[in-house]
């Protein structure tokens, strides 16, 4: 992994680490929350994420694969190639959870290659319904965990470039071959405590 991959992964976890204590800041004297809405860690998350996958698939994978340089396979570790976006996506995630416990971000999608993206619960499916119809419209909410609060945020997932159209339209196990650029090919879910355990 490049310092720069590293430097990202140590901004988001940053960022989550930092912004989610002040989603539960309370006033001594009063009971109104004060800092940073949960609405704009989850925007501030997103941005983060996003910007990161966007450069490694426009910068990254977009130039070294076609230029021979190396390959960008599912099978990334066995075939000593490039992790595919979603995979990077992954792998960034497990590594926030590890120094930020409860803090969770993935791509799910309607129409998922690995089944293991489909939603999974009933708000991930509203969500990414909303997301569909209303791609600059985020679906936000709450939902009861293990005694507590998460605050779940779904963000529309966008083709930005001939790469991701071409993988999933191609790919031999897609549920969907016509996706062109500017479609919605799913969603990014970001969730993380109101509560401080």
Same mark, same amino acid.
């Given at each position: ?6 430097? %990202? ?66 099978? %990334? ?9 979603? !995979? ?21 999608? !309607? %129409? ?67 996706? !062109? ?17």
């Amino acid at each position: 992994m490049t310092n720069k991959a590293l430097t %990202w992964i140590a901004v988001i976890a940053t960022i989550a680490a930092l912004a989610a204590p002040n989603v539960f800041a309370i006033d001594r004297n009063s009971t109104t929350p004060v800092g940073v809405s949960p609405r704009i860690v989850a925007d501030y998350l997103r941005a983060v994420i996003m910007a990161h996958r966007h450069f490694y698939t426009l910068h990254i994978i977009n130039r070294l694969v076609p230029e021979g340089i190396v390959g960008v396979s599912e099978d %990334w570790r066995a075939k000593h190639a490039l992790p595919l976006p979603v !995979q990077l996506l992954q792998e960034t995630s497990e590594m926030v959870e590890l120094t930020s416990p409860n803090v969770r971000y993935h791509l799910i999608s !309607q %129409w998922p290659i690995n089944k293991a993206n489909a939603p999974t619960t009933e708000f991930e499916r509203k969500g990414l319904m909303e997301v569909q119809a209303h791609p600059n419209r985020p679906y936000f909410g709450t939902i009861d965990n293990d005694g507590g609060q998460l605050f779940v945020a779904v963000y529309a997932d966008v083709a930005v470039t001939n790469a991701c159209i071409q993988c999933h339209n191609s790919h031999p196990s897609t549920p969907k071959s016509d996706f !062109q650029l500017g479609d919605v090919m799913g969603g990014l879910a970001i969730s993380f405590p109101l509560k401080k355990n």
